[in-house]
């Protein structure tokens, strides 16, 4: 546990930074609850689902090999590529021949590419955090249980987007790239999308976004030298462990005090406030919108 971790005070919720996977879930029995997550082979997708496993439930693990997910210990593995829509969406065919689903977190993504990187004319960061998960998410729905929970990870860099938000007419980078501003559009159209799908959602479902923390896994792979050796050097003052990273998105999926939370932005196990434009039902609205025409031409 960081220094920062050790004297922030915990929320309301009763936990807060420095609070563990296991802390959130201890007392917790699962068994019989089938859950989903993303990038399950590694990181706090990895350790989300080892601490699922430890109370009692079943994973279902997506990695973009089958091989990886199985490695990893998912109880159900299953490929997804989320920058390739048909690998999604074979994804989704296997995923409806499982158990329902009491639990989807999307967890994987990748983070601040240095170069621009264009994929089937979309920005690489944006066709997999964002476009990937929704044909994933929408695709699945069907096999959500009637309380089950969304849970998307965004996270503070959501704030990074330029001003406008999404900016709709460079969504592939061609009227100019920037790898952290790039990656917050992303985040940002994480958030939104967990809004929106919590507004269309009926009965019991909840969805919510989530700021894991700043935590040392290898989704800094991309960053430069220079900011990698900033993180280890943070790593001991304010840096979030695996555990404590993954403890949020946990709290999101399993916690009974999570069900009846609708379509917030959650960190440190608690209700937060996002951005002005994380808020922004509108364009919650018209992303989800525009969403569905680029899928319809993927």
């Not at 563990?20 to 997708?45: H, M, P, Q, R, Y």
């Not at 790593?235 to 009846?260: F, I, N, R, Y």
Request: aromatic content about 6%.
């Amino acid at each position: 546990m960081s220094l920062l971790g050790r004297i922030k005070p915990k929320g309301p919720s009763g936990f807060g930074y420095g609070s563990s996977a296991t802390d959130v879930t201890e007392g917790l029995d699962l068994g019989g609850k089938t859950f989903l997550i993303t990038g399950c082979n590694s990181g706090i997708g990895q350790e989300t689902m080892r601490v699922l496993q430890a109370r009692g439930g079943k994973v279902i693990g997506l990695a973009r090999t089958e091989a990886k997910a199985r490695d990893a210990g998912a109880d159900d593995a299953v490929a997804c590529e989320l920058s390739e829509p048909d690998s999604v969406r074979a994804a989704v065919d296997a995923v409806k021949q499982l158990a329902p689903i009491d639990a989807l977190i999307a967890n994987a993504g990748i983070m601040a590419l240095p170069e621009l990187h264009v994929k089937h004319g979309l920005e690489l960061q944006f066709l997999t955090n964002h476009i990937g998960h929704f044909i994933l998410v929408t695709g699945v729905l069907d096999r959500l249980t009637d309380d089950g929970r969304v849970v998307m990870l965004s996270s503070s860099a959501h704030s990074m987007a330029p001003g406008e938000g999404i900016p709709f007419d460079n969504l592939d980078g061609s009227k100019g790239y920037r790898d952290w501003t790039h990656y917050g559009i992303s985040k940002l159209a994480n958030l939104l999308f967990a809004r929106e799908l919590d507004r269309r959602m009926e009965g019991d479902r909840v969805a919510n976004g989530v700021h894991p923390g700043v935590i040392k896994t290898n989704l800094s792979r991309h960053m430069p030298a220079w900011q990698n050796a900033l993180f280890g050097l943070a790593g001991p003052v304010a840096l979030k462990s695996v555990g404590e990273g993954a403890a949020t998105q946990t709290w999101a999926a399993v916690h009974p005090d999570t069900a009846s939370i609708h379509g917030e932005y959650l960190q440190d196990c608690n209700v937060s406030t996002s951005s002005r434009r994380g808020q922004d039902m509108a364009l919650a609205a018209e992303l989800w919108t525009y969403t569905e025409r680029i899928v319809a031409e993927l």
